[in-house]
């Protein structure tokens, strides 16, 4: 088994540290947030994901998984060294703010005395691999015994665990020109995982860059595709989510992702298609993606509609009652960066409304984005004399309520469903004003 380490324990970082030493590997986790690293050494993750808290307590029981936030202890503990930092987008720019993948580099490079192995997961703007590999030759007194290799994660968050332990396919960028161990070692860390007849793709490094890219860039597309046709329903009195399934039933096309809401949100999606519009722009090849643009702009379209949605359930926003079902931008998550359902909120809001807020795991996360905002402590307590509730996350139990659990409660039985996650018949049986999202 393998001595790796893994910089930066956030979301990708914690995850993959966990999963290594579940593979058997003597596995060092590396950063320099105190607070996250006290978590971690005490067995907690520090955000929710179904599954990870168990994978990291084993491994830290069984002796697998340390932490630290020394790099010279990293440096000297492992030759084959993870980087997973993040790259949020630049303040007042589309373009991804490299600074803590540099940081890394900068502060581990001239550490590096043997051959050594850097594995990049981070989603990054391509060319990134060549420049820091360039980098990190100059710096570490190895020299040219040190390369840069990369390969992306492909998580899903909430499943974040079997993503990485039983991938779909795994993909690695070398350095071409630069012919090393990479490609040997990364087969020996994988290895249990190439014995499951997982797809194991090598390829150059800007290639391996632009898949991970390509693919958030698809997926935003696709969502967007269907909210564009969800707006055409509207108008026309179609059922988009009838459509939907019809179209998805071509396996050319197929039905992941045509979920026609309030679209998407999150740490990955939204700020990685505009990265990848910069760096477009940066390569003079700005024409090819200026479609993400407007899957950009439908994206935050279907907020806005949902907000007059809302108004036109109320009459008028001021004054009024509005239950939000939903803080997270997906279910099984408590992550609410750039989530729709917040951002809805908070809208509606600051056109006077009353919002009460309820998420089964994102509450404090959403109470330090939006402090402003109410936040009630069951689903139940957030519907009281309610003008209208909005379910904006598709948690298991709001797709679980009945017309009956809340008929005591609300003020108005007018629900609009932000997701079409629930029974139209059912709620319209009952009484209730039931509005989806293109749908009639």
């Given amino acids: ?106 502060t581990l490079a001239p550490l590096l005395t043997r051959a050594a192995v850097i594995f990049g997961k981070s989603t990054v703007p391509v060319g990134t691999a060549s420049r820091l590999g360039a980098r990190a030759r100059e710096l570490a007194p190895a020299g ?32 071409r020109d630069r012919p090393g161990r990479a490609e040997g070692l990364a087969r020996e860390v994988y290895a249990q995982l190439l014995d499951e007849q997982i797809p194991f793709l090598v390829t150059d490094l800007a290639t391996a860059e632009l898949v991970k890219a390509s693919a958030n860039a698809f997926l935003a597309t696709k969502i967007s595709f269907i909210n564009a046709i969800a707006e055409v329903c509207e108008a026309s009195g179609a059922d988009v989510k009838v459509l939907a399934d019809a179209i998805g039933h071509d396996d050319r096309i197929g039905r992941k992702f045509l979920n026609a809401g309030i679209g998407f949100g999150g740490g990955c999606l939204p700020k990685d298609i505009r990265a990848f519009m910069a760096r477009a722009g940066e390569l003079g090849a700005d024409q090819a993606l200026t479609f993400l643009r407007e899957v950009d702009n439908i994206n935050m379209r279907r907020r806005t509609r ?85 379910v904006l996350t598709e948690w298991k139990e709001f797709k679980a309520l009945k017309p009956a659990d809340l008929d005591g409660v609300v003020r108005s039985k007018t629900l609009i469903d932000g997701r079409n996650c629930l029974d139209p018949d059912e709620w319209r049986a009952a009484g209730w004003t039931y509005r989806g999202l293109g749908r009639p």
């Fill in 144 to 175: 040219d015994d040190v390369e840069v290799a990369w390969n992306p994660e492909f998580l899903r968050e909430g499943f974040a665990v079997q993503d990485t332990l039983h991938p779909d396919r795994m993909v690695l960028g070398v350095d």
């Fill in 1 to 106: 088994m393998a001595k790796v380490t893994v910089f930066g324990i956030g979301y990708l970082g914690a995850t993959h540290a966990a999963c290594m030493a579940e593979l058997g590997h003597d596995v060092l986790g590396v950063d320099t947030d105190q607070s996250k690293l006290a978590k971690l050494v005490a067995g907690q993750v520090p955000f929710y994901e179904p599954g990870l808290e168990e994978v990291l307590q084993r491994n830290i029981a069984a002796g697998r998984l340390r932490f630290t936030s020394s790099y010279s202890e990293a440096a000297e503990f492992a030759d084959i060294h993870f980087l997973g930092v993040g790259t949020p987008q630049k303040r007042g720019e589309y373009a991804a703010d490299m600074k803590f993948v540099d940081s890394v580099i900068e």
């Fill in 306 to 390: 949902m907000v007059e949605l809302a108004r036109e359930a109320c009459g008028s926003l001021l004054g009024a009652r509005v239950a939000v079902l939903g803080a997270a931008f997906k279910p099984d998550s408590d992550d609410v960066r750039d989530s729709p359902a917040l951002n809805v909120a908070g809208q509606i809001q600051l056109q006077g409304a009353s919002v009460n807020v309820f998420d089964p795991r994102a509450m404090e996360n959403s109470r330090a984005l939006f402090p402003t905002l109410s936040y009630s402590t069951t689903a139940l307590e957030a519907c009281e004399g309610a003008d209208v509730v909005l």
